[in-house]
């Protein structure tokens, strides 16, 4: 038996908006591949759950039993924006029924995603991931589709947090915390993943045209 998730009236416009935002500007985030690399399969890489790797970010993490849905993101991508205020509504509204992980997937269109991944990741690095996500998402009509770097606003954020600002410093720096965010580039990239958002249940990539479809594919995996 199927559920439907009850959204409150705002967020319902919020959500139509959001979506009709996707659907506008998904086509303009689309970019073709030259080359794809191979599909990963290192020993010990793979996580406890679907489309995960053992250093993926689990933000909401029920079990193995339960539906995985795994977001492929670019903050700077404004698709990836407008569906913000969307899975935040469902992480609520499916909140101890599914897994929901995220993963980096900073595309080479966008001037500051490859800034704003590894800021993000170096707060992860702290313990505060979640809030330089949604950090990064709540601002980005400040800093997207800006052609110069944002690093300095980045690390204000971090300041914002409270967060060890030698720590942070050193991870931002580190070649390995741009390592990290490439992994999950290339994963995508071998999934198959050629925008953002992408969205993989259970290891499954989804086809989106509209909210339901995320939905219903959720209340079946549950179902099952």
């Not at 591949?33 to 993926?56: M, Q, Y």
């Not at 009509?141 to 030698?166: H, I, K, N, P, V």
């Not at 942070?168 to 925008?195: C, F, H, M, W």
């Not at 290891?203 to 549950?222: H, K, N, S, V, W």
């Amino acid at each position: 038996m199927t559920r439907t998730a009850t959204l409150s009236t705002p967020v319902k416009v919020t959500i139509a908006a959001g979506v009709l935002v996707v659907l506008l500007v998904v086509g303009a985030v689309i970019y073709s591949f030259a080359s794809r690399p191979a599909a990963p399969d290192p020993a010990g890489a793979e996580g406890a759950l679907p489309g995960t790797r053992a250093n993926t970010h689990v933000l909401d993490e029920v079990g193995p039993d339960a539906p995985t849905l795994v977001e492929f993101l670019d903050f700077e991508c404004e698709a990836c924006g407008a569906f913000y205020p969307v899975i935040e509504q469902l992480r609520e509204e499916y909140d101890g029924e599914i897994n929901f992980a995220i993963r980096y997937f900073p595309l080479p269109g966008h001037f500051n995603a490859m800034n704003a991944a590894i800021a993000v990741e170096a707060a992860a690095q702290q313990g505060q991931l979640e809030p330089m996500y949604s950090k990064m998402f709540q601002t980005q009509e400040q800093w997207g589709e800006q052609q110069t770097s944002e690093e300095a606003r980045f690390r204000s954020y971090a300041e914002e947090l409270g967060l060890d600002m030698a720590t942070y410093d050193t991870a931002v720096a580190d070649p390995s915390t741009r390592a990290r965010v490439e992994e999950d580039y290339n994963d995508a990239r071998a999934l198959g993943a050629s925008s953002t958002p992408t969205f993989f249940l259970d290891g499954q990539q989804l086809e989106l045209t509209q909210l339901t479809d995320l939905t219903d594919a959720l209340d079946r995996a549950i179902s099952d």
